[in-house]
Each structure stands twice: as C-alpha cells, then as structure tokens.
C-alpha cells in the first residue's frame, strides 16, 4: 500500500520529486503505515499527484504507478528532461541489504502518458565503456540544467551500488558525475574545487538558475556536510555565508559569499529555485537538521536566497519542523513539500504526522504554508521584504543587510552581476549592461580570467595548487591575501559605492 488514506497514514521519507508537465512525480523511499507488523516498508511504486486541478492536503489524490522491473531506491536524483517527456532516475540507496537495484545499476527512464501514469526502462548509455566507470551513490547532492543531469559525490555502499562490496560501510565519493541527456553521454569531473580539502559532500540539496532558461544555467549546491576520504562520520556542515555553483556549459566552478540572515549549517533540507518578474531569482530553503545541535525537532525555519544580489532573507512565518523531505517548485508560486518528519532524531517517530498524507503546500509570493493546493494559482512575483532590499529600503533584517561585507558579497571576487554576466546566464541581465560595458570597456577586461575564482570555504583550511596560489593559511588570512594579490585585476569597491551603483544600474 503505498499511497494509504489518510487514516493509516503515518510518514513517508527518503522520497525523491520532480514535477513534469501536468503531474508532479514521487519516487523511491519509504512510508509507515497504522498497524503494520514492520516499522516501515520501501515505497514499490511512482506516484503523481495532478497540477491541473486543485486538490485539498489531507486528501491529495496520489495515483500509483507500477514500476516494473525498475528498482526500489531512498533518494535518487531525479532529472526531468527539458522538452517534458521524460524523468531519469539515477543513484540512490536501495533498502537494507537489498542489493538488487545495486546489481542493476543502470540509468532509469520514466515516460510519462498524459493521465498521471507512465513506464520505467533502461536508458542505455551512448559509451558502455565510459559507463562502465560511473558508480552510483547515496545522499548526493543533484539537480538538472537543461540537458545536462548533475550529480555531486554521496556515499557509496553495496546498495547503491555493487562496486562497494562492504554493506555496512559508506564510503565517501567525490567527484561530479554529469549526464547529457540528447547525446547519452556520461562524464565523471573528479575535480569538484568546493570540496577541498573534504572530500565527499553529504545530505545538501541542488538546484538550477534560472529555472525555466534553455541554454545557460548556474547549478548551485546549499548546505548538506562534507567529510573525509574514509568515512562519512564527523562530517563538517557546509556554510551557507558562502554559496558555490557550477556552470556546466562552461565546466566552471565559482563561489560568492552571502549577506542577510544566513542559515544555520543544516543536513536533510530541500530547496527550490524560481524567477522573479524584476530580473531576480530566488532559492527556497526549507527545514533540515543539525545531529551536533541535540535538538528534539528538526529545524522549522525557510529562507530565502535572492540572486544575483546573494541575499538572505528568513520569511517571516511559523514552518512545521521537518527534515528528509523533498520539494518541487509547481503551479506558478507554490513549493509542494513531500514526506519527512517533525523529529530531529534518524529513527522513524510513532506518528502521525501533523500532515495528513505528508504533503505540504507553501505559497512563495504570499510566504504562508496553504491546506491545499491551487491550479490558478498567481504567478510567482519576489516577495516584498525582498523588493525593499534591493530598492535599498527597510526589509525583516536592517541590521544585517547593510554588512560591512556587502562590497565583497554583491561584488565578490569577479564583481557579483558582472560574475553571472560572464559565464553567459541571466541573458537579460547581461543585456542591460552591454551599453555600459561599451562605455567602459577597461571594466569589462577586469573581470576576464582563466582560472577559477577561487573556492573559499569558511571554516576549512585550503589545499595549495596552481589554481589557488599557496593558500596555506586561515580562511580570514587566505581572504586578505586573496584580496590584494588580485587587487590590480579584480578592484574592490566600497559598499555604499557598489551597492548604489547596482541597484541602480541593475534594477532600475
């Protein structure tokens, strides 16, 4: 029974989602059902939910599609395809000691039909040999750009995949691994800069900027833990006052540091992305937890991320405590929020949950959670408090958006708006400094560079290489040094002088 009433209903967890079309689909995981003789079974079948008619939470009308011979996995990566006619499913831990989907570890398909049903099959890879050097993992942190499917390292163990022979020991794996869905070609990028000098990266969330763009795309990785090249024990919580993306056209990594009401380091969140009507962009970050903390319930907090001004705002709203859930951006200005639980603690609580089929709605323009969710919704419009931000007028948080580390945050190491106008996203942002860039064409050159910017990481200390110059030292030290090595090239300018400069220029 894996879409209950909600009267035997008590949690679902370890879900993955993606909305495709007129459905929003669920996959994988596990649910807890009243009166079970188990405390919980794997999830056997895909569900979907309809976007095209509204429906009530606590009676959501979930239909089970039949999977075949697809496996039963927690937490795969889930890349719908940009033309809406299929969903791959990649990675992802099977049940306890179910090595059956290890075994078979190929890339999965789902075609959707056009009544909320679908099939799995394998989708062969255009290289049997490079595929052959591709492992599936647990807990990686993904999302998909246009046509290109990305996963960040995980864990490996032998259900997620029969090249780990141990099934009681997860073995951190680093490394990007991306699939081109048009050419079915698979690459495996070991080099993930962020990482250094952890190694794996665990438990965060993924997703793509902007949203609906066909071309150019940043992929950007929040929160989650990092660990050691032998275990995933004594991670470190990944910082959230420094955000890094990917540009995979480009097979760049970049990092720019925050300001506003930065999130706690969290695992087990989830995180959507959607555009605004002004030509700002903004990540949802809801929930999660922090095992270090010994806290009872999971985190009930949302923030905001609004790009390209790196801005946190936490909304002003009472969110239920929630953590191993998954989320999807639909029906225009609304976050669909799928399983987890209100405890911070790994073991499954008795139950129930406090929603009823463990389907949360969010209103992202109104920021207020919703008992159902509406088909006519209103398009999607950046909240005010976030508006009066970049209008440079009063918003939830004075005290902090006027940091001292504004010129670093907006500006960055190549200049924040300059930095996305580079690597070719946010097409109209680029645009509208063409005929300034022409005025000043010795700016332009400034932010020209070969390199990586340089992956900072609060907290961590740095590996030296060409890349990074010898950065054997301190975040705080590697900062300065940072800063006035590359003074020349990349001018820093006063935050009151930039912050002017881009509201004007950029938002007028």
Not at 80 to 109: H, M, Q, V
Not at 241 to 264: E, H, L, M
Request: with cysteine; glycine share 10%.
């Amino acid at each position: 029974m894996d879409a209950p009433p909600a009267d035997k209903f008590l949690y679902r967890a370890f879900t993955s989602v993606a909305a495709l079309g007129d459905y929003l689909y669920i996959e994988g995981g596990e649910i807890k059902i009243a009166g079970d003789e188990v405390i919980s079974r794997p999830v056997n079948s895909t569900l979907s939910l309809p976007l095209k008619s509204s429906w009530k939470t606590s009676s959501a009308p979930l239909n089970s599609i039949n999977k075949g011979s697809a496996p039963t996995v927690k937490q795969p990566a889930l890349w719908p395809s940009p033309d809406g006619k299929t969903i791959y499913s990649w990675g992802g831990e099977g049940p306890w000691a179910d090595e059956a989907g290890a075994k078979n570890r190929s890339l999965w398909a789902f075609t959707p039909d056009s009544f909320g049903g679908g099939t799995w099959g394998v989708q062969q890879p255009a290289s049997a040999n490079s595929f052959a050097a591709i492992h599936r993992t647990g807990r990686a942190l993904y999302t998909s750009c246009g046509q290109i499917g990305l996963s960040v390292s995980g864990f490996g163990v032998s259900n997620t995949d029969e090249f780990f022979p141990d099934p009681r020991k997860e073995i951190p794996v680093s490394g990007l691994i991306t699939y081109e869905m048009d050419s079915r070609t698979w690459s495996n990028k070991t080099a993930v800069p962020a990482l250094q000098p952890q190694y794996g990266w665990l438990w965060g969330a993924g997703t793509c900027m902007p949203p609906r763009n066909k071309t150019d795309h940043l992929a950007f990785f929040l929160g989650g833990a990092k660990t050691s090249s032998t275990s995933i024990d004594f991670p470190k919580l990944a910082d959230f006052s420094n955000i890094t993306f990917y540009d995979p056209k480009a097979d760049r990594w970049y990092w720019q540091t925050t300001t506003g009401t930065v999130p706690r380091g969290r695992t087990l969140h989830c995180a959507v992305g959607v555009s605004g009507k002004n030509d700002t962009h903004e990540i949802f970050v809801y929930g999660g937890t922090n095992t270090a903390v010994n806290s009872v319930d999971a985190y009930n907090d949302l923030f905001i991320l609004t790009i390209p001004g790196f801005h946190w705002t936490q909304a002003n709203v009472i969110s239920p405590p929630r953590q191993l859930h998954s989320c999807a951006h639909a029906g225009n200005s609304q976050m669909i929020v799928v399983g987890g639980w209100e405890s911070a603690a790994f073991n499954w609580p008795p139950g129930p949950d406090q929603w009823p089929l463990g389907i949360g709605v969010f209103d992202m323009k109104q920021l207020s959670w919703r008992d159902s969710y509406d088909a006519n919704a209103a398009d999607y419009d950046t909240p005010d408090d976030i508006q009066r931000w970049y209008a440079g007028g009063s918003s939830n948080t004075p005290k902090e958006q006027k940091s001292s580390s504004t010129g670093t945050i907006v500006g960055g190491t190549i200049g924040g708006v300059a930095l996305l106008a580079l690597i070719g996203l946010f097409y109209f942002l680029w645009k509208r400094r063409k005929a300034a860039a022409k005025a000043s064409p010795t700016k332009e050159r400034e932010y020209e560079s070969p390199h990586y910017p340089g992956l900072e990481l609060p907290g961590d200390e740095y590996y030296a290489s060409k890349e990074y110059g010898n950065v054997s030292k301190t975040p705080q030290e590697h900062d300065s040094a940072w800063n006035m090595d590359r003074g020349a090239k990349y001018p820093m300018r006063e935050p009151q002088e930039l912050e002017t400069q881009y509201h004007r220029a950029e938002l007028a």
